[in-house]
């Protein structure tokens, strides 16, 4: 499926999110917008500078970043590429990795540098108040519940509007919840791993956004012959496309966030909300997922 490339796209329904407001339930994730291994200046800074601003162009109010990518410079650009910012354009942010070099992730979870590093990404992303911040990941080394209560404190002090965690499990969600009112939850999840289906379930049940990362992962699916590779030439769209709109109605809670640094691939990627998917055709992947 191709896409008229000038207009504002319908992009999928929208959900209400808590403590944030509403956003189209297809975003943009970007990670993709920084080096190799999420690591240092991509390639083409201008390139990504129009990759972000043609998402937006595109009708996407909802962006994904964190301070590790690149690190920081993912929230670098953002910022040249989008500020001032939008009416109704929500950014998200994520603290608590810690990088040291390409593809390498360390949880760090120390509330004075969750703290600290929170402060760094209201600099960079040149706000006043974080629309969205979530934990990267919860750091084993300390205790949770300092975790989420500096989380807490940033919101208190109006520094953050909503709080998210990722990658995390039910009984994690159930316990940030003492300390505040978890907005997303952001776990892999696609059609080859739904390994997170609780967490999904339990995101429903309690009006959580479920942001589901490596959206389009489909693996031998998406291999010539494979469902998904004869979903989408029966529908005339990529095999990425059909993935999302799988993912898009799979849950109502679901936001996907697909990642590029390519216009091309982000036209393609936002084109999938056009996707429609026949109930014979989402059976057999329904099926092939399971």
Same mark, same amino acid.
């Given at each position: 499926?191709?896409l008229?490339?000038s207009?504002? *796209?319908?992009?999928s329904?929208?959900?209400? %999110?808590? /403590?944030?407001?509403? &956003? ?16 240092g $200046?991509?390639a /083409? ?7 972000v601003?043609?998402?937006v162009?595109?009708? &996407?109010?909802f962006?994904?970043?964190?301070d590790s ?8 650009? %953002?910022?040249?590429? *989008? #500020?001032p910012?939008?009416?109704? %354009? ?5 603290v608590?990795f ?10 760090? =979870? ?10 760094l990404?209201?600099?960079? !992303?040149?706000? /006043? +108040? ?5 934990? #990267? ?5 300390? /205790?949770a $519940? ?5 989380l807490?404190?940033?919101q208190?002090?109006?520094? &953050?509007?909503?709080l =998210? ?9 159930e316990?940030a ?23 999904l379930?339990y995101?429903?049940?309690?009006g959580i ?9 489909? =693996?031998e699916?998406?291999?010539?012959? =494979?469902?998904?590779d004869?979903?989408?030439k029966? *529908?005339?769209a +990529?095999?990425?496309?059909?993935? !999302? ?5 799979r849950s ?7 990642? +590029?640094?390519?216009?091309? #691939? ?9 996707v429609?998917?026949?109930?014979d055709?989402y059976?057999e ?6």
């Open positions: 499926m191709s008229n490339t207009n504002q *796209l319908e992009l329904a929208t959900i209400d %999110l808590k /403590d944030l407001g509403t &956003v189209h339930r297809l975003g943009f994730g970007a990670m993709r917008i920084v080096g190799d291994g999420v690591w $200046e991509p /083409d800074r201008s390139a990504a500078i129009q990759v601003r043609r998402a162009e595109l009708g &996407v109010d962006i994904d970043t964190a990518y690149g690190p920081n410079i993912s929230e670098e650009i %953002l910022a040249e590429a *989008l #500020h910012y939008k009416e109704g %354009l929500k950014i998200a942010t994520k608590g810690t990088r040291t070099g390409p593809n390498q992730w360390i949880p760090v =979870g120390r509330p004075e540098y969750l703290r600290q590093q929170a402060e990404s209201l600099r960079k !992303l040149k706000v /006043d +108040t974080l629309d969205l911040l979530q934990l #990267h990941r919860i750091d084993p080394k300390v /205790d $519940e300092e975790q989420f209560g500096v807490r404190e940033l208190d002090e109006g520094k &953050v509007r909503a =998210g965690l990722s990658q995390v499990s039910v009984e994690e969600l316990a919840g003492k300390h505040f009112t978890v907005s997303t939850v952001q776990n892999r999840y696609n059609l080859t791993d739904r390994s997170s289906e609780d967490v379930r995101s429903e049940e309690n956004g479920f942001i589901p990362w490596a959206p389009i992962s489909a =693996g699916l998406a291999q010539p012959g =494979g469902p998904l004869e979903a989408a029966r *529908l005339g +990529t095999t990425s496309q059909v993935a !999302l709109a799988w993912l898009l109605r109502p809670v679901m936001m996907p966030i697909p990642g +590029t640094g390519s216009v091309k #691939h982000l036209e393609e990627n936002l084109a999938s909300a056009g429609t998917l026949d109930e055709t059976a992947l329904e099926a092939a997922a399971g």
